[in-house]
């Protein structure tokens, strides 16, 4: 099993740009998962999904924001129009079950910088 | 969901053993309280889950008393690379939960 796979690992981007943050989780792992991590405010929930549809978005910081979950063995974060308080390390984690005997599996991350 | 308390930071030397200590009040009868392990660069990392009393596995020993209000994790024998930033996540997304992180317990083990 390769754990869950994010692309790209670096972003560089200019205020303005679109960013889109790729995810795959692990086969046959029902819920997936996407947090932002920075110094100041630690890891934060933006938003799950269970079985490809979003159940809780209420981490999403604005509109700017949006997530898609096509189908069971991918989604995407994107980012439109960036600024530069977006510069955190995103991860993507996914667990099998939504008992909380099901740990969670994260990705390594995508660091975003936005100049 | 419960809320998590843990020391912000601890600092330890080669070989000694490390326990970190994580409350949880207001944990609900059917949760779990898992640990992960955070190093630089890289997302957190699952090394424990219990439920109750102790569990054991080759990275951890994770020690929860009969209230079930606290938990302990406990490293035997630290080395330099077990240098990281701890988390105690208590409970899931089931009955409306969501797996929130707290601030996490940063240890530093020195040579």
């Known amino acids: 099993d390769a754990g869950v796979i994010q692309s790209p690992r670096h972003e560089v981007t200019e205020m303005g740009q679109e960013v889109t943050l790729r995810c795959k989780p692990i086969s046959g792992h029902d819920y997936l998962f996407w947090y932002r991590q920075t110094m100041m405010r630690g890891l934060e929930l933006l938003i799950y999904f269970n079985n490809n549809v979003p159940i809780d978005d209420s981490g999403m910081p604005e509109d700017r924001f949006s997530a898609k979950m096509p189908n069971a063995s991918f989604s995407t974060l994107k980012i439109q129009p960036s600024e530069p308080r977006d510069s955190a390390v995103y991860f993507c984690a996914s667990s099998q079950r939504q008992e909380s005997s099901s740990p969670l599996h994260f990705g390594n991350g995508t660091r975003l910088t936005v100049t | ?111």
Not at chain 2, 53 to 58: A, D, G, H, L, Q
Not at chain 2, 73 to 92: E, H, N
Not at chain 2, 96 to 105: D, N
């Open chain 2, 1 to 111: 969901l419960a809320k998590t308390t843990q020391p912000i930071s601890m600092d330890s030397y080669e070989g000694q053993e490390v326990n970190i200590t994580c409350s949880h009040n207001n944990i609900a009868t059917n949760d779990y309280i898992t640990w992960y392990q955070q190093f630089p660069s890289q997302g957190p990392r699952f090394i424990i889950q219990g439920y109750k009393t102790k569990v054991t596995n080759e990275v951890a020993s994770l020690f929860i008393p009969a209230d079930r209000k606290s938990s302990t994790l406990s490293l035997p024998r630290v080395s330099l690379s077990d240098t990281a930033v701890y988390y105690c996540l208590v409970g899931g997304v089931n009955q409306g939960g969501k797996l929130i992180f707290g601030q996490g317990t940063e240890l530093s083990v020195k040579p």
